[in-house]
């Protein structure tokens, strides 16, 4: 389902240079693609632009489920459900009913997002981010809204490249960010994508954004669209990041067409990570 940040509420800053893209088909291209082993960091793809940092959009969702289930606040896979609220965002309709953490994250729900981090605050927020290492690091927000604890990831002061992407999806699979086990496991389920691939189980969360103009209005001619994650399989793993960039208006959302073009590719990725591995 879309996460698909219309700007009514935000503004979302594309600062990425499409210098060396590669073609992802008719109406878009690819910024960057980057994978790497998950347990050395050892880069075995970088194709594009991958270290200019843009906003994380619904990628950041990831992060956040780690701080509710670290924090308690969320429980499991289905716990809390919590009602829709008139003034929530809702221009996805699927956003207009309750919604669970599984949900959440299936639908991409921004209002769910939005409840974890206003039950965390602006100081525990910004220690989570903190020591995530988390991009920029800046959950300021836009300049005198003090807007930031619900709206930092959209378009605003968080910024993250692909290669950072990259960093803090490696600590995930190391566990290495400092919060409990079973925030990890947790984070694993609801972001556990089916079927998995010879074997391998597969993670990931897309997103979407729109570059906003010198008028401060939105290009929607020329959306981007994230999708990362890591894939596992017995004591292998890899992380990923694909970032693309429309150019032209699409109707699917950026986010969902760079998961989909991905997952078509991971089966040949994961098959060159295994013999990559059994040649070590």
Request: net charge neutral.
């Amino acid at each position: 389902m879309p996460c698909f940040h219309r700007p009514v509420l935000m503004r979302i800053a594309l600062l990425v240079t499409l210098g060396t893209v590669i073609a992802a088909n008719a109406h878009a291209a690819i910024v960057c693609t980057a994978i790497a082993d998950a347990v050395s960091g050892l880069l075995r793809t970088q194709e594009g632009t991958c270290d200019v940092r843009v906003t994380p959009a619904s990628t950041f969702k990831i992060a956040i489920g780690l701080m509710g289930y670290d924090s308690g606040y969320l429980i499991d896979e289905h716990s809390p459900r919590l009602p829709f609220l008139k003034g929530d965002p809702d221009w996805n309709p699927s956003w207009r009913q309750p919604t669970d953490p599984t949900s959440w994250i299936k639908n991409s729900v921004v209002w769910y997002s939005q409840r974890v981090t206003r039950h965390l605050g602006e100081q525990r927020f910004q220690q989570y981010v903190t020591r995530f290492r988390y991009g920029n690091e800046d959950v300021s927000g836009d300049p005198g809204q003090r807007n930031g604890l619900t709206h930092a990831w959209l378009g605003s002061s968080l910024q993250i490249s692909p290669l950072e992407q990259l960093q803090f999806l490696e600590q995930i699979v190391q566990r290495r960010l400092g919060v409990t086990a079973r925030a990890y496991d947790m984070v694993g389920r609801i972001t556990r994508i089916a079927p998995a691939s010879g074997g391998w189980e597969v993670h990931g969360k897309t997103g979407t954004g729109f570059p906003t103009l010198p008028d401060r209005s939105t290009d929607e001619d020329h959306a981007f669209g994230w999708f990362v994650g890591w894939a596992s399989k017995g004591s292998r793993s890899v992380v990923f990041a694909r970032l693309i960039q429309d150019t032209e208006t699409e109707s699917t959302p950026a986010g969902l067409r760079a998961r989909d073009a991905f997952i078509k590719e991971l089966p040949g990725i994961l098959e060159a990570s295994e013999a990559h591995d059994g040649n070590r």
